[in-house]
């Protein structure tokens, strides 16, 4: 993942690491599942997200996409709840 993340720099002139936000690889051809949660979090403290297909759960595009905005609406919901916390 590091080297990808590298060269993405090559690809991208002028984005460094420190401005990618998301990367999401794309898993072909496996059909594990990982152990999420409910808003598809991997368990452990990371703020690692999986959704679409490489949640194992379904495959498509529709899926994909109501696992990611179950996802991303988790994720306002701790972003919002922290900045309440920092006030």
Known sequence: MDSTLRHTGTLLPGAGLDDILVVGPELESLWATPPLDADFRVPGGLPLYVTG???G???GIVQAAMTGIAAA???THTAARLAGAVR
């Open 53 to 55: 297909d490489a949640a």
């Open 73 to 75: 609406t988790a994720i």
């Open 57 to 59: 759960i379904a495959q």
